[in-house]
């Protein structure tokens, strides 16, 4: 058995290493390793990765991504990826995620952290965690047939029938999501997509974060748009990797909203298989009913099926008022900083739903 790290700087020739063509599966995918490699955050001896392999068979692995605290620039690390082998890499959990503490110099985050994650990293005695954050997962349009392939695929000849049930119930639904599409256009600020940040956004973003923990620049914004994780399926089969990463597509869009030419909000949504996330969002509170129509208006008009945002002053508005969701349920989450990073964090406690890897995939 041999473990191994794996420097920033290192990523890019690891991925085209023997060793990495040998190894099964594979502890990075090379969109990920490639985003890494390019991260502004970033210096080229900070451990990206860690795996523990037995031969060409991997164990374990876990990895990080160097970020900066806000008006500080201090570096921390976020925890992207945790995993083992469900027998041969049992006992390597918990070691795992000691030496990524050890190689983030004790400042690690988890911007998105589920409740049994949650509950193993608090045995380390290593760890503060918020309460419970909820979010709201709202389902806009029907789409089943994706429902179904995932979880019966050796049911895939069915999913013509489910497919024409899909097409069906969205046609009936129409008038639903019309209604709130004029609805919400009456309420919208004038929207503009945005490829770069420039001076006004920049200030703009750096206005309206204040409480973030964690720090955004247009190199960031740019570097988000430019290196997703994910691949776009081309139909052939690629190498085994233990997460979710081949999507039928992905899109990573910025907005600004004004109103008579002045600045109200900026936004990021990203778009993975219809389903839409808002990984970054900057706006006076004051705000918030233009700010939510307007962003429902570009989902609707991206006709996604389903919408996950955590945003607070979000989650609040959409709880008190009627939203275009066929159902919704509630998400929980948790965010946590190692001891070292808690003074930091209570400073400057908001984790956006980008902060992790949300933004990437």
Not at 63 to 87: D, E, M, Y
Not at 115 to 122: M, Q, R, T
Not at 165 to 174: E, I, K, Q, R, S
Request: with cysteine; hydrophobic share 40%; charged share 25%.
């Amino acid at each position: 058995m041999k473990i191994k790290e794996i420097k920033v700087g290192g990523l890019a020739s690891f991925i085209e290493s023997e060793e990495y063509r040998q190894l099964n599966p594979k502890p990075v995918t090379k969109e990920r390793a490639i985003s890494q490699f390019n991260n502004p955050n970033a210096d080229s001896d900070h451990t990206a990765l860690i795996y523990v392999a037995a031969g060409t068979e991997l164990l374990g692995f876990a990895g990080l991504l160097p970020r900066k605290i806000n008006r500080a620039g201090i570096p921390v690390f976020s925890n992207t990826c945790w995993w083992t082998h469900p027998q041969k890499g049992k006992g390597l959990a918990i070691p795992l995620i000691l030496k990524i503490i050890e190689e983030s110099g004790s400042s690690l985050y988890l911007a998105e952290s589920t409740p049994g994650l949650k509950s193993i990293l608090e045995k380390t005695g290593k760890f503060e965690f918020s309460g419970p954050i909820e979010g709201i997962r709202g389902f806009i349009r029907f789409y089943f047939a994706d429902i179904f392939l995932n979880r019966f695929q050796q049911l895939k000849y069915l999913s013509g029938i489910v497919s024409l049930g899909d097409v069906v119930l969205n046609f009936l639904t129409a008038p639903f999501r019309f209604y709130f599409q004029k609805k919400f256009e009456k309420g919208s600020f004038e929207t503009e997509s945005l490829d770069t940040i420039g001076r006004e956004v920049e200030e703009f973003i750096n206005q309206y974060s204040e409480t973030d923990f964690i720090q955004k620049a247009p190199e960031d914004f740019e570097w988000f748009k430019k290196f997703p994780w994910l691949t776009v399926s081309t139909g052939e089969k690629l190498y085994d990797y233990p997460f979710s990463h081949v999507v039928k597509q992905f899109g990573l869009e910025y907005f600004v909203l004004k109103k008579e030419g002045v600045l109200k909000a900026f936004v990021a949504i990203s778009n993975r298989d219809n389903l839409a996330r808002i990984p970054y969002i900057y706006f006076d509170k004051d705000d918030i009913s233009n700010v939510v129509q307007s962003v429902m208006s570009i989902i609707l008009k991206k006709r996604c099926d389903s919408l996950v945002v955590f945003h607070p002053g979000i989650v609040e508005y959409m709880k008190a008022n009627r939203m275009p969701f066929l159902y919704r349920k509630k998400e929980i989450k948790f965010t946590g900083v190692t001891k070292s990073l808690y003074e930091y964090f209570m400073a400057k406690p908001y984790l956006q739903d980008g902060d992790g890897d949300v933004v990437f995939t």
